[in-house]
């Protein structure tokens, strides 16, 4: 056994008989290997195992050096919003459908795994939005994204008003459905349907992406992402808005309300195997043209 890691977390997706059996094969895989492996409650509840090893995802994120989600990119942000709170490092075994986030493959993970556990691996730090909102300048509600903090109405093609700031200069008035803000883990999930830029992983930027706004000059808009963005909501709005956090998340707010949104204190530590390349994880992920000679 390798000094890099000594106690893994398995997190899984709950009530998914694939991602059941490979947490099983990882958890063998591990113990035969000598790591103390702890499991998240929920799943180890499902896999049967002893409860003396199963902890509160909380617990596991203060316990382990590292933690390994098996699922889709959706059980990875939900992971990762808890687990960028310890520094503990992360890596996803896919079980979902596109897979930007999970990178070792459900029935072939052992070698990459080893290679992982051996301390040959790709580390990056992810930042995480925090998102906030405050009534008659009283704070609300707050809470976190990964990918993205999306401002719109609780119905379908319902248009909405708003102002927004960056550091208190005003940048635009808008009639919209809504508006993405995005990190850039978060520029190949929903704000890439809306039509937003893609931020490769090492800016440090947001994207503000506009949902289908009511006049032709509005765009996309990239900014440092050490800037504030402010959204002050109009008193024309009706009282059904929210703010969704990852799609996960639903913070409501009102006419008048403000929400700002920032860069998090505690970026997620994402590892990959050695050979992991993100431009090759697009060019899979979006069908993209292979080389030409």
Request: some cysteine; overall charge negative.
């Amino acid at each position: 056994m390798n000094n890099t890691f000594s106690t893994i977390g398995l997190i899984g997706k709950p009530n998914h008989a694939g991602a059941n059996l490979t947490l099983k094969k990882l958890d063998s895989f591990l113990g035969a290997l000598g790591y103390t492996v702890l499991i998240e409650q929920q799943v180890g509840l499902e896999m049967k195992v002893n409860p003396a090893r199963t902890v509160e995802l909380v617990d596991l994120g203060r316990q382990c050096d590292l933690a390994i989600v098996v699922g889709g990119d959706g059980n990875m942000l939900g992971a990762a919003r808890v687990l960028s709170r310890f520094d503990v490092a992360v890596i996803g075994v896919n079980r979902g459908n596109l897979g930007f986030l999970t990178d070792l493959d459900p029935d072939n993970f052992e070698a990459d795994l080893e290679q992982v556990l051996s301390g040959h691996f790709i580390q990056e730090k992810r930042f995480l939005l925090e998102v906030e909102v405050y009534r008659h300048e009283k704070l609300k509600s707050t809470n976190s994204a990964v990918n993205e903090a999306v401002l719109h109405a609780d119905k379908v093609a319902h248009m909405i008003e708003f102002e927004a700031f960056i550091n208190d200069d005003f940048v635009y008035s808008q009639k919209s459905d809504g508006l993405i803000v995005c990190t850039p883990t978060g520029s190949t999930a929903y704000s890439l349907s809306g039509g937003g830029p893609i931020l490769t992983p090492e800016l440090n930027a947001m994207a503000l992406v506009p949902m289908f706004p009511h006049t032709l000059s509005s765009r996309p808009l990239v900014v440092d992402a050490d800037n504030e963005i402010r959204l002050k909501l109009s008193l024309k709005n009706d009282d059904n808005l929210q703010i969704s956090c990852d799609s996960h998340i639903v913070m409501a707010v009102m006419p008048g309300d403000e929400v700002v949104i920032k860069k998090g204190d505690k970026p997620l530590r994402l590892i990959h195997p050695k050979e992991y390349s993100y431009y090759n994880v697009l060019r899979q992920k979006l069908k993209w043209g292979s080389q030409l000679y």
